[in-house]
């Protein structure tokens, strides 16, 4: 079951869902669509399987990566955990990304996801809040969905790259959501730019 799981992720990231076929899942599996068909009935059932275990991967992933900060800790240490810890998550596991961003990924899924981004938007909001704890909710929900969204986009792009292309992109990423949340979290908290060149008060 793991090889074919592992050869679905392949599949998947290489071809979309919608066009993955079984045949081309056992056929990266090195075994026969027969062999598919003991462990799996359809190209969903293997989607669903991999969600769920990614899902679960991922929960634990945001709740290390998400967990209360300690006093004195500053704005660019907690995005610049929080982000090696999302982006580590999503270079392993890229077929995540394929699954859960399609216009065609399967309901179960969808809803998983849908749970994940709602109880993951609550931890944002959380850490926000640790930051600013004067900023009126509704503030602390707009920013932490822009948060969110900015990393998702962010995502893709370090997806993209790699080497130390895709390390530039993360160090982009976090410099960008520093310099979005220090006018909340006030310009101390930020401590010190994420780029070396910019100096922070």
Not at 130 to 154: E, I, M, N
Not at 167 to 191: C, N, T
């Amino acid at each position: 079951m793991a090889q074919l799981l592992q050869a679905a992720a392949s599949v998947f990231c290489t071809t979309g869902y919608t066009a993955a076929s079984t045949n081309a899942i056992a056929r990266e599996a090195g075994v026969s669509p027969g062999t598919l068909y003991q462990f799996f009935p359809n190209k969903e059932a293997i989607a669903i399987e991999l969600g769920d275990r990614l899902v679960h991967e991922m929960r634990e992933t945001y709740g290390e990566a998400l967990a209360p900060v300690e006093p004195g800790t500053s704005l660019e240490e907690a995005v610049g955990t929080a982000v090696d810890r999302f982006v580590d998550f999503g270079c392993r596991h890229p077929v995540f990304f394929a699954l859960t961003h399609g216009p065609d990924i399967p309901g179960r899924i969808a809803e998983e996801h849908d749970a994940l981004h709602a109880t993951l938007l609550s931890r944002v909001e959380a850490l926000l809040s640790s930051f600013a704890p004067d900023t009126p909710a509704a503030d602390v929900a707009r920013t932490a969905q822009v948060c969110l969204s900015t990393y998702k986009a962010g995502l893709e792009l370090v997806l993209a790259h790699e080497g130390a292309e895709r390390d530039a992109y993360v160090r982009e990423l976090k410099h960008l959501l520093v310099r979005y949340l220090a006018p909340m979290v006030g310009e101390h908290a930020a401590s010190r730019s994420v780029h070396p060149w910019i100096d922070t008060p």
